[in-house]
């Protein structure tokens, strides 16, 4: 099993930036996959950014591309989300997740940071 805890949220203006980290602990040497999620007000939950960390390739949805940058500390067991020129339509809950398997079926998440823009 792995645990997942992310921190760094908070409210920032137009612009700005935020650092978002989740650090793993558990069975963290069966993670095949580590990605970070948000979930607007009212709205489903997206993919914002994914590694595969076998070969650390990452994929990034087209509204974080330029703007947010996915990063993995392997000695801190720790996944960054660097956020610049935050935009209110980044405002949400933003989750990380890990995946076990090499499809990267999403199985384990933590508990969110809230992401606020005004």
């Known amino acids: 099993h792995v645990q997942l805890v992310e921190s760094g949220g908070g409210s920032v203006q137009a612009g700005g930036s935020l650092r978002l980290s989740c650090t793993a602990s558990?069975?963290?040497?069966?993670?095949?996959?580590l990605g970070w999620f948000r979930q607007p007000p009212g709205k489903e939950r997206e993919g914002v950014a994914a590694?595969?960390?076998?070969?650390?390739?990452?994929n990034y949805d087209d509204s974080a591309k330029g703007r947010f940058t996915i990063a993995k500390d392997n000695a801190r067991n720790t996944l960054y989300l660097e956020m610049n020129s935050l935009k209110p339509e980044d405002t949400a809950m933003y989750y990380c997740?890990?995946?076990?398997?090499?499809?990267?079926?999403?199985?384990?998440w933590g508990q969110g940071t809230q992401v606020t823009v005004s």
């Open positions: 997740a890990a995946s076990p398997y090499w499809s990267c079926q999403w199985t384990y």
């Open positions: 590694i595969y960390t076998p070969g650390g390739t990452i």
């Open positions: 558990g069975y963290t040497d069966s993670i095949t996959c």
